[in-house]
Each structure stands twice: as structure tokens, then as C-alpha cells.
């Protein structure tokens, strides 16, 4: 038990363009999905708590204009990179809880802006 | 200073040794002590996760935590070159949002 989804698991778009990417819990409802971010070589960067049907809680420093996450259900949260650049390229990774500690984590997704 | 400091190696190990990994952490509200193992270009793996001082195995694996000194550690006996990866630790608490070590990438030599 315990898988989350993540969908596309790469991604190459335009400048300029916007990319959206699922995360979906596929055996357990979700009471929360984090949005993570990761660098070549570095940890995870927590970028926003996500919350059924409630606005998303952003990080300092992370756009919550050009981030937008939608939690329209217990089972899923979307991630929309609004506007890419190259410098939003990286690998972004979803995670979701059950009402336990554990955090179980999505594949992540490749983003490349061109 | 970050909330979780791990030296990020890499570790270099021969098959059958043992890996020793730490992180040593600051905010004594920290409940929640987790060890992730993450291939290149995938999502990270729990492993383990622990809430009490102390030792706790599984299989290969122990993960020891002391909270007093604020230093968690992951021991993986009988190495083998299919656990070469990087292992993260990662600590909440009960809040869910977790703050992440460096990451140690640890390679297991056949």
C-alpha cells in the first residue's frame, strides 16, 4: 500500500509556456501532499503544503503566482509552473501523508524549459 | 544554520562492510526521524522512520536516534552493491513537513 503517482515523469517545454503535473495517491486517501523541489546534487526544497479543498500554504521564497497548486480532492494535487523559464528547470517531487508520520513520495518530475 | 546538517560524502564502501550515515539536527521540536534512500532520477524510498531515542532494526538496517544530542544515525550491515544510492534523512514535527539533510551518496564496491 501507500503509492503516489506522478505524472509525467519528464516534461521538455517552451519558454513562455505552462506545464502541469499530477500527483496522485493511488491506495490511501491523502490529508496532505507537499510539492518539493530538487537541484542536481542537492536535497529537497519544500515549496508548498497542498490541503483538500483549501488554499495552498507557500514556502518563503517560492511564487505562489507562478506555482499553482489545486487539491481538488483527497487523492489528487496538480502543480502548474505558470510562465516557464530555464531557470525553472528542475526535478519537482510530490509527497503525501495519511494521518501518519510517514511522507510517501511520488516518482518526480523531469522539468526542462528550452 | 540549517535545521539538518548531513555530510553529503560520498562514501565509498567494500561489499559486506558496513555504511554508518548521521545527521545531527537543531530544533529540539523535531519528533519524527526518517531515513530515505533515493536512486538517481527517482523519488525518494522510506526506509525507516522512528519517533524514540534508541535503536530500531530492519532487516540490514538500523536507525538509532539520541535525542539529547540531536544526532540520528542509519547503519546498513552486510553492504551490497544494490544499496548504493543516495540516503537522506528527514525529521518532522507532527506538523508533516519535513526538512531534509544534504543527502549522503554512498556507493557499495562488488
Known amino acids: 500500500g501507500a503509492v503516489v503517482s506522478q505524472h509525467p515523469s519528464r516534461v521538455i517545454c517552451k519558454s513562455g509556456t505552462s506545464v502541469k503535473i499530477e500527483c496522485r495517491s493511488l491506495d490511501f486517501q491523502a490529508t496532505t501532499m507537499f510539492w518539493y523541489r530538487q537541484f542536481p546534487k542537492q536535497s529537497l526544497m519544500l515549496m508548498a503544503t497542498s490541503n483538500e479543498g483549501s488554499k495552498a500554504t507557500y514556502e518563503q521564497g517560492v511564487e505562489k503566482d507562478k506555482f499553482l497548486i489545486n487539491h481538488a480532492s483527497l487523492t489528487l494535487s496538480t502543480l502548474t509552473v505558470t510562465s516557464a523559464h530555464p531557470e525553472d528547470s528542475s526535478f519537482y517531487i510530490c509527497?503525501?501523508?495519511?494521518?501518519?508520520?510517514?511522507?510517501?513520495f511520488g516518482q518526480g518530475t523531469r522539468l526542462t524549459v528550452v | 544554520q540549517k535545521e539538518v546538517e548531513q555530510d553529503p560524502g560520498p562514501l565509498s564502501v567494500p561489499e559486506g562492510a558496513i555504511v554508518s550515515l548521521n545527521c545531527t539536527y537543531s530544533n529540539s521540536a523535531f519528533q519524527y526521524f526518517m531515513w530515505y534512500r533515493q536512486y538517481s532520477r527517482k523519488g525518494p524510498e522510506l526506509l525507516m522512520y522512528?519517533?524514540?531515542?534508541g535503536n530500531k532494526e530492519d532487516g540490514r538496517f538500523t536507525a538509532q536516534v539520541d535525542k539529547s544530542s540531536k544526532y540520528i544515525s542509519l547503519f546498513i550491515r552486510d553492504s551490497q552493491p544494490s544499496d548504493s544510492a543516495t540516503y537522506l534523512c528527514?525529521?518532522?514535527?507532527?506538523?508533516?513537513?519535513?526538512?531534509f539533510g544534504a543527502g549522503t551518496t554512498v556507493t557499495v564496491r562488488a
Open positions: 522512528t519517533y524514540s531515542s
Open positions: 509527497s503525501a501523508n495519511r494521518g501518519e508520520p510517514e511522507a510517501f
Open positions: 528527514a525529521i518532522h514535527s507532527n506538523d508533516y513537513k519535513l526538512s
